[in-house]
């Protein structure tokens, strides 16, 4: 069974998904279909996907020809009732799939740092209460038909939802440890100053004050997520990439 994870980076494999799965057991296959490597088809060897962030605009397929591929992925994945999760990039992809406006805000208003989030009604049974998490996007994408909404922050009303018992979409970014979130302030593209953004100071008073809540929350979530297939792994079933 394969658990594949689409990056659209080469930052190193430090995330939170990546540290979990090899904490479990499970060694995940990476695919980067920027660098052009193949995603293929959806077959009974595929136990689960996470579609991660990126600097890709998901409606530009005709620029970025490799986002048709993924696509493909997240429609097989949702048809076959695989366990899927997107992840800024990855939940605004989904988002488009399933037919969804996304685009930035006006103003070019962003979030950079650490935002409350705040769970819905139907969203506190996977977010069971308010938490500050680490963001870096200005896209927005409108809710999908037929999802439903789990999570919104005072910038952007829709940070979150399900589609389906086993599709997941997050606009925020979990998966970052400190250490990754460091190497986005040092980034050349760190959106200092644009309308939303915190100064570093700020964000680096909230990640110590918060981090150590999302991390807890996330691998609660993950635990979740992955179950059936660490019951296999721990069954002693290969589960690898």
């Known amino acids: 069974m394969r658990v594949v994870l689409i990056r659209h980076e080469d930052d190193p494999m430090d995330d939170r998904v990546t540290s979990f799965l090899r904490g479990n057991g499970i060694e995940p296959e990476v695919k980067r279909p920027f660098h052009g490597e193949p995603l293929g088809s959806i077959d009974g060897s595929v136990a689960a996907s996470v579609i991660y962030g990126g600097k ?4 530009e397929e005709e620029h970025y020809p490799f986002l048709h591929q993924e696509n493909d992925w997240i429609e097989q994945c949702i048809g076959a009732d695989i366990p899927l999760l997107g992840i800024c990039q990855g939940a605004q992809s989904i988002a488009h799939v399933l037919g969804a406006h996304v685009g930035p805000k006006p103003g070019q208003l962003c979030e950079f740092g650490y935002y409350e989030l705040m769970p819905t009604q139907e969203g506190m049974e996977i977010i069971p209460h308010s938490l500050f998490v680490a963001q870096s996007h200005h896209h927005d994408f409108q809710l999908p038909a037929g999802a439903k909404l789990l999570a919104r922050s005072r910038g952007f009303e829709r940070q979150a939802f399900s589609y389906g018992p086993v599709t997941f979409a997050f606009q925020f970014h979990p998966e970052v440890t400190p250490d990754g979130f460091r190497r986005w ?8 100053g644009w309308p939303g953004a915190q100064s570093r100071e700020e964000q680096d008073r909230l990640m110590a004050l918060h981090d150590d809540n999302q991390d807890r929350w996330f691998k609660s979530f993950l635990l979740k997520f992955f179950a059936p297939i660490l019951e296999r792994a721990a069954a002693g079933q290969e589960v690898s990439g």
């Open 185 to 192: 302030q040092n980034a050349p593209w760190a959106r200092y």
């Open 56 to 59: 890709y605009s998901v409606f």
